[in-house]
C-alpha cells in the first residue's frame, strides 16, 4: 500500500467518453502516452528504489512492486482500483500488464466484465476503498492482490 511517485489516475467519466465513436481514437492515444511514461520506470535503465523496515516486517528491503509508477482508476462510490506493476518487470511486460488493465477498464465500464476472468475478483476486499490488481505474466491475466490476507479474522 506503499505510495508511488508516479501514478495515472483515470476516472470513469473518462472512460465512459472511449465507448462513444469519438472516445475510440483516443482511447488509442491514451494507450500510447501510457506505453512511453512506464517505459522509464522499467528496465535495465529503471530507477531502482529500497525501503527500509523494521527488520522482520518484510521479506526484502528492494519492493516486489515498483514504488515508482502505477495507475489508479475511479470506479464509482468511492472505490479505486490501482494496478501495482513488479519491480522486475521490463517494458514488455509493463506494457502487457497495462494493455490488461486498460481492457479490464473498458469491460467493467461498458457492462461486459467476467468477474470470472479475474483471479480473487468474485470475493476480493478492498483495503482503504481500493481494489488492487497485479499482471501475472505467466498466466497473462490479472489477478487481486490482498496485502492483508492472512491477516484477516475468520469470515472477515
Same mark, same amino acid.
Given at each position: 500500500?506503499?505510495?508511488t511517485?508516479?501514478? @495515472? ?8 467518453? =472511449?465507448?462513444k ?5 483516443h ?24 525501503? @527500509? ?10 519492493p ?10 475511479? !470506479?464509482?462510490?468511492?472505490?479505486? !482500483?490501482?494496478?501495482l ?18 481492457? =479490464?477498464?473498458?469491460?467493467?465500464y ?14 476480493? !476486499?478492498? !483495503? ?29
Amino acid at each position: 500500500m506503499i505510495p508511488t511517485a508516479v501514478v @495515472v489516475f483515470l476516472g470513469r467519466s473518462y472512460f465512459d467518453a =472511449f465507448l462513444k465513436e469519438a472516445g475510440k481514437d483516443h482511447y488509442q492515444v491514451l494507450k500510447s502516452a501510457l506505453l512511453k511514461v512506464s517505459a522509464r520506470f522499467f528496465g535495465k535503465d529503471a530507477p531502482q528504489g529500497r525501503v @527500509v523496515f523494521t527488520k522482520g516486517k518484510v521479506e526484502s528491503e528492494i519492493p516486489r512492486y515498483s514504488i515508482f509508477y502505477s495507475i489508479v482508476a475511479q !470506479v464509482g462510490d468511492g472505490l479505486r !482500483v490501482k494496478l501495482l506493476l513488479q519491480s522486475d518487470f521490463d517494458a514488455t511486460l509493463c506494457n502487457e500488464a497495462q494493455t490488461a488493465f486498460l481492457g =479490464f477498464l473498458s469491460s467493467l465500464y461498458d457492462g461486459t466484465l467476467d468477474v470470472e476472468s479475474i483471479k480473487g475478483l468474485a470475493h476480493a !476486499v478492498p !483495503v482503504s476503498s481500493t481494489l488492487l490488481l497485479a499482471y501475472n505474466s505467466t498466466e497473462k491475466s490479472l489477478e487481486v492482490i490482498d496485502p492483508l490476507a492472512g491477516r484477516r479474522g475468520a469470515g472477515a
